[in-house]
């Protein structure tokens, strides 16, 4: 019996084993990188070890690291949890060498299952529906263009190693073929280390529905139900419940049958995942399996209530599977919802930073699989995921709700995040009726953008209120008799600026001055960093958080707003900007630290609107930048393979 486990991982799946690890009695063994010292899980461990630097090459992503601090603490199991080395077959051979447990299914099955082209072949002999494709050796041009020809457009390009999104494209014409492929092959080699990419027929309306299974030791394979995984962009997940609004009881059942017969192929043994691709008319095709724990595994916990984690340590010990498949219920509705440090409103970019404040949800059938906390950094160095949030209810639009009610109690103020477009997601029309595909965000991306559900006023009299506290109680610290009076202040939020005038004051009401539009409010003050402010019967909930000594982060319900109050130089500069008397900086710069890829164009170079000019790999994802407008590269300011911060001119430009 696994006595002392090793979680070859980070942030919330860390957490997630660990908790499962305690509760089956089994001691607990963290590794950490440089920047996570202070993280959750290594908080939560029975023992920690420190494997390395920040970049994941130099720490989770060293397989003799992980098998030295399992050595040294006497571990005698890895989980290796999702991502990093979960589905690398010579991490697996490696434990089995060392006599070290590896939670996962056996090297021949993450090898022929984690090569797409390989997969596809088996599948294909087992007599499981796949999509068509080529998976040919020859990779010329003029072979992939043949082929692709026989297949029909449009066709997705896809990396063999490929996960989250990573090596693919989508191609709707033989003119975009070769250039896909070529863009494919160099994320998926920065991303996998195997450029290596196959062609396949793209499903219109394609649906992601995926089928949960387990498998023992003793040849028992039972399926779990499946999700509903539909909600992406940049074909990685951010939404997905159970069941899936699409399903039947007979396409269940044979989908759910194949997912098995997927798994039996393999001598499969652990927990995984069969995906399949199905269009409108319930026609279904295998697309790939995942040889290891879902990030979405929680829903299908909560409505058939299996540990999942739990059953990985049972297989791992040898036992036999305690329940058969018609032992599995389909109880109710749960949906999860991905929390990203991330900016939708700038193209899903991930971020990174201090999280100032964090409340998380709670209520009966609320579940948040989470590491961040107050005071804790979001590192750049690895997926900006934060938490999961998952909700349970007997029917679906009851897990709406929920879902919908979990997110606006959900806070977090420092880091840009997806919140309020979740909860945009939950609301859109198309999701309710469960009428939606993969294409979802791109077709409604206009829909899809966030509104701002804010009183602007009122948030600048918060800020207002919020920074007189401040000032006041620093200057009582020095005298006690100090008598703050009223001022004006003029706050900026966004792009925006907001002067603020006190009329009168009654109490804890006021009657104030804003731009010149007038208002009677009262505030209440919640906490320390959270007060209501009302007129009449309406109430607006803020919180307020300081990160400089005139500057605040304030939440109004899902969203999150930077505030500064100005003074009157600033306040000049802002009024001059607005009114056009700046000249905007004409240049490409990027948000967050990364790495330059390629930079497909020279100085001197005129470049009509729309022309990728530089390619950047931040936090596993490389982004295209493009002119807007006709333009010249006056100046390149980096070169390929160079290192950037966040914010760093990297191409001047002049318009054409």
Same mark, same amino acid.
């Given at each position: 019996?696994?006595?002392?486990?090793?979680?070859?991982?980070?942030?919330?799946?860390?957490?997630?084993?660990?908790?499962?690890?305690?509760?089956?009695?089994?001691?607990?063994?963290?590794?950490?990188?440089?920047?996570?010292?202070?993280?959750?899980?290594?908080?939560?461990?029975?023992?920690?070890?420190?494997?390395?630097?920040?970049?994941?090459?130099?720490?989770?992503?060293?397989?003799?690291?992980?098998?030295?601090?399992?050595?040294?603490?006497?571990?005698?199991?890895?989980?290796?949890?999702?991502?990093?080395?979960?589905?690398?077959?010579?991490?697996?051979?490696?434990?089995?060498?060392?006599?070290?447990?590896?939670?996962?299914?056996?090297?021949?099955?993450?090898?022929?299952?984690?090569?797409?082209?390989?997969?596809?072949?088996?599948?294909?002999?087992?007599?499981?529906?796949?999509?068509?494709?080529?998976?040919?050796?020859?990779?010329?041009?003029?072979?992939?263009?043949?082929?692709?020809?026989?297949?029909?457009?449009?066709?997705?390009?896809?990396?063999?190693?490929?996960?989250?999104?990573?090596?693919?494209?989508?191609?709707?014409?033989?003119?975009?073929?070769?250039?896909?492929?070529?863009?494919?092959?160099?994320?998926?080699?920065?991303?996998?280390?195997?450029?290596?990419?196959?062609?396949?027929?793209?499903?219109?309306?394609?649906?992601?529905?995926?089928?949960?299974?387990?498998?023992?030791?003793?040849?028992?394979?039972?399926?779990?139900?499946?999700?509903?995984?539909?909600?992406?962009?940049?074909?990685?997940?951010?939404?997905?419940?159970?069941?899936?609004?699409?399903?039947?009881?007979?396409?269940?059942?044979?989908?759910?049958?194949?997912?098995?017969?997927?798994?039996?192929?393999?001598?499969?043994?652990?927990?995984?995942?069969?995906?399949?691709?199905?269009?409108?008319?319930?026609?279904?095709?295998?697309?790939?399996?995942?040889?290891?724990?879902?990030?979405?595994?929680?829903?299908?916990?909560?409505?058939?209530?299996?540990?999942?984690?739990?059953?990985?340590?049972?297989?791992?010990?040898?036992?036999?599977?305690?329940?058969?498949?018609?032992?599995?219920?389909?109880?109710?509705?749960?949906?999860?919802?991905?929390?990203?440090?991330?900016?939708?409103?700038?193209?899903?970019?991930?971020?990174?930073?201090?999280?100032?404040?964090?409340?998380?949800?709670?209520?009966?059938?609320?579940?948040?699989?989470?590491?961040?906390?107050?005071?804790?950094?979001?590192?750049?160095?690895?997926?900006?995921?934060?938490?999961?949030?998952?909700?349970?209810?007997?029917?679906?639009?009851?897990?709406?709700?929920?879902?919908?009610?979990?997110?606006?109690?959900?806070?977090?103020?420092?880091?840009?995040?997806?919140?309020?477009?979740?909860?945009?997601?939950?609301?859109?029309?198309?999701?309710?009726?469960?009428?939606?595909?993969?294409?979802?965000?791109?077709?409604?991306?206009?829909?899809?953008?966030?509104?701002?559900?804010?009183?602007?006023?009122?948030?600048?009299?918060?800020?207002?209120?919020?920074?007189?506290?401040?000032?006041?109680?620093?200057?009582?610290?020095?005298?006690?008799?100090?008598?703050?009076?009223?001022?004006?202040?003029?706050?900026?939020?966004?792009?925006?600026?907001?002067?603020?005038?006190?009329?009168?004051?009654?109490?804890?009401?006021?009657?104030?001055?804003?731009?010149?539009?007038?208002?009677?409010?009262?505030?209440?003050?919640?906490?320390?960093?959270?007060?209501?402010?009302?007129? #009449? @019967? +309406?109430?607006?909930?803020? &919180?307020? $958080? /300081?990160?400089?000594? %005139?500057?605040?982060?304030?939440?109004?319900?899902?969203?999150?707003?930077?505030?500064?109050?100005?003074?009157?130089?600033?306040?000049?500069?802002?009024?001059?900007?607005?009114?056009?008397?700046?000249?905007?900086?004409?240049?490409?710069?990027?948000?967050?630290?990364?790495?330059?890829?390629?930079?497909?164009?020279?100085?001197?170079?005129?470049?009509?609107?729309?022309?990728?000019?530089?390619?950047?790999?931040?936090?596993?994802?490389?982004?295209?930048?493009?002119?807007? #407008? @006709? +333009?010249?590269?006056?100046? &390149?300011? $980096? /070169?390929?393979?160079? %290192?950037?911060?966040?914010?760093?001119?990297?191409?001047?430009?002049?318009?054409?």
């Amino acid at each position: 019996m696994i006595q002392k486990v090793l979680i070859a991982n980070r942030g919330e799946i860390a957490v997630r084993i660990i908790r499962s690890a305690k509760k089956m009695g089994i001691k607990t063994v963290a590794v950490y990188s440089e920047p996570d010292a202070e993280a959750l899980h290594v908080q939560m461990a029975d023992e920690k070890v420190f494997i390395g630097n920040a970049p994941a090459n130099e720490s989770y992503l060293v397989q003799e690291k992980i098998i030295d601090a399992a050595k040294q603490t006497g571990a005698d199991a890895i989980h290796p949890g999702y991502g990093f080395l979960s589905e690398n077959a010579d991490f697996s051979r490696l434990c089995e060498q060392n006599n070290i447990v590896f939670i996962g299914p056996s090297a021949y099955a993450i090898d022929t299952m984690g090569d797409k082209i390989t997969a596809r072949n088996t599948m294909i002999e087992a007599g499981v529906n796949v999509v068509p494709g080529y998976q040919g050796e020859a990779k010329d041009d003029e072979t992939l263009l043949a082929e692709a020809r026989k297949i029909g457009y449009p066709i997705m390009v896809k990396a063999t190693a490929g996960g989250g999104g990573k090596g693919m494209r989508l191609v709707q014409t033989e003119s975009g073929l070769i250039e896909a492929v070529n863009a494919a092959k160099s994320e998926a080699q920065a991303a996998f280390g195997n450029g290596v990419v196959y062609l396949e027929k793209y499903i219109t309306s394609p649906h992601h529905i995926e089928f949960q299974i387990l498998a023992d030791a003793h040849g028992n394979v039972i399926h779990l139900n499946e999700r509903e995984c539909s909600v992406q962009r940049r074909h990685q997940k951010v939404v997905e419940e159970t069941p899936s609004p699409l399903m039947t009881p007979k396409v269940r059942n044979q989908m759910g049958e194949q997912a098995k017969q997927a798994a039996k192929a393999v001598n499969y043994v652990g927990a995984g995942t069969i995906e399949f691709l199905m269009d409108d008319d319930l026609n279904y095709y295998f697309l790939e399996m995942n040889t290891r724990l879902q990030v979405e595994h929680p829903i299908t916990e909560m409505t058939t209530g299996v540990d999942l984690v739990e059953q990985q340590f049972k297989m791992a010990n040898g036992e036999k599977l305690s329940f058969t498949q018609s032992d599995i219920p389909q109880n109710g509705h749960a949906i999860e919802c991905r929390i990203y440090a991330e900016d939708p409103e700038n193209n899903f970019m991930p971020g990174s930073g201090t999280v100032y404040f964090m409340q998380e949800p709670e209520g009966e059938n609320i579940r948040v699989d989470g590491y961040m906390y107050t005071g804790a950094e979001v590192p750049i160095y690895y997926d900006p995921m934060i938490a999961k949030l998952i909700v349970w209810s007997e029917t679906r639009q009851e897990a709406i709700e929920k879902m919908k009610t979990a997110l606006e109690d959900y806070k977090i103020l420092g880091v840009k995040h997806n919140i309020a477009f979740l909860h945009t997601v939950l609301q859109h029309p198309q999701f309710v009726k469960g009428q939606y595909d993969t294409r979802f965000i791109g077709l409604y991306e206009e829909d899809l953008k966030i509104q701002p559900d804010v009183n602007f006023d009122f948030m600048a009299f918060a800020a207002y209120l919020k920074y007189h506290q401040l000032l006041e109680d620093n200057m009582k610290h020095y005298n006690p008799a100090y008598q703050l009076l009223p001022q004006n202040l003029s706050i900026k939020i966004g792009e925006d600026l907001y002067h603020v005038k006190i009329i009168d004051t009654y109490n804890d009401s006021y009657k104030i001055e804003v731009n010149k539009r007038q208002y009677f409010l009262s505030k209440q003050q919640l906490s320390e960093v959270a007060f209501s402010i009302r007129q #009449g @019967d +309406k109430r607006y909930d803020m &919180i307020l $958080v /300081k990160t400089a000594p %005139n500057r605040f982060i304030i939440n109004c319900k899902t969203q999150n707003f930077e505030v500064e109050v100005l003074d009157q130089k600033r306040i000049y500069a802002q009024l001059r900007k607005q009114s056009g008397q700046e000249e905007d900086t004409n240049y490409i710069s990027t948000p967050i630290p990364g790495k330059i890829v390629k930079i497909p164009v020279s100085e001197g170079q005129e470049v009509p609107d729309g022309t990728t000019v530089i390619i950047v790999e931040a936090m596993k994802m490389q982004s295209e930048y493009k002119v807007t #407008g @006709d +333009k010249i590269i006056k100046e &390149i300011k $980096v /070169k390929e393979g160079d %290192n950037i911060d966040g914010n760093q001119i990297l191409i001047v430009l002049e318009n054409a």
